[in-house]
């Protein structure tokens, strides 16, 4: 689903994997070797060269060309190139110029395609539906981050606000939570808090006053948050040690990409409506 103003046709990249998978079994020892390498490798591939992907691949580097140009791609150019216009990556990579990622930083960027991967793995738990049914079924959603993730939840404010109705940022600084003078309904609300090391103290008492006005709570969060199980059912832990000088937030990022996906999913609104109403808006004010 792509409602956003950028919007790209399929790919060819997804018609050369497709070739690819169907072909496999057909292929010579060593091409097969080299296609399967870049099978399971799609995500980081782009990083590599004919050659780092030979040696680990145990062919010779001619090999490479050979596979991908039986399947209509004249070379690693041509392929990272598919690459970025799937992925709607505009610009050249350190990897066009025969750049090949350091070792180190090749097992950074692993550790942080890991933290994406669990946050994926979990949908569908009992946290997961929880939070998206809370935020498909309330009337209202107020979303709240502080100290280093607080632009964050800004961000998530934002674009939940595209996916469906009533979505505002929380701040209980500025506002002294006059937003909450009156309660709600029981589960006509909905917060949707985003905390991480080290954990703010306005967030657990903010969820535990939302909780006891009948507001169901939502929390993203890191490994190690030791509050947000007491307080709700809907907690997503996205790990942040990933090896970084400050604590990774790509998980974060990736939990709460999910949760307005479903939240856009979810509401009975016509969303493609809502969202040609969003861009009448915004090209009315001049901004693009």
Same mark, same amino acid.
């Given at each position: ?191 949707? %808090? %985003?905390?991480? %090391? ?91």
């Amino acid at each position: 689903m792509s409602h956003g103003f950028a919007s790209y046709a399929e790919a060819p990249i997804d018609e050369f994997v497709s070739k690819v998978e169907q072909g496999l079994h057909a292929l010579p020892k060593q091409e097969a070797k080299v296609a399967q390498y870049f099978l399971l490798n799609l995500n980081s591939v782009s990083f590599e060269t004919g050659k780092s992907i030979a040696q680990k691949a145990g062919v010779a580097e001619i090999t490479v060309g050979r596979m991908l140009r039986r399947f209509g791609c004249a070379g690693m150019k041509e392929f990272k190139a598919m690459l970025r216009h799937r992925y709607s990556v505009t610009g050249a990579s350190i990897a066009d110029d025969g750049f090949e990622l350091p070792e180190d930083w090749q097992e950074q960027m692993n550790a942080e395609l890991r933290a994406v991967s669990t946050v994926y793995s979990r949908i569908g738990t009992p946290a997961f539906r929880a939070a998206e049914r809370y935020l498909t079924e309330a009337e209202e959603v107020y979303v709240t981050g502080f100290q280093t993730v607080r632009g964050l939840a800004e961000d998530v404010a934002r674009r939940l606000a595209l996916a469906r109705a009533r979505v505002r940022f929380l701040s209980g600084h500025d506002s002294m939570l006059s937003e909450w003078l009156d309660p709600p309904a029981p589960g006509s609300s909905c917060l949707l %808090i %985003i905390d991480v %090391i080290p954990y703010a103290a306005e967030c657990e008492t903010i969820a535990r006053l939302a909780r006891d006005q009948g507001r169901s709570v939502v929390v993203v969060t890191d490994e190690y948050c030791h509050w947000a199980q007491e307080v709700t059912d809907a907690v997503i832990n996205a790990p942040s040690k990933t090896g970084l000088f400050l604590e990774s937030i790509l998980g974060l990022n990736a939990a709460t990409s999910l949760l307005v996906h479903m939240a856009a999913n979810g509401r009975s609104a016509d969303i493609d409506e809502r969202m040609r109403d969003w861009k009448r808006l915004a090209q009315s004010i001049g901004i693009f």
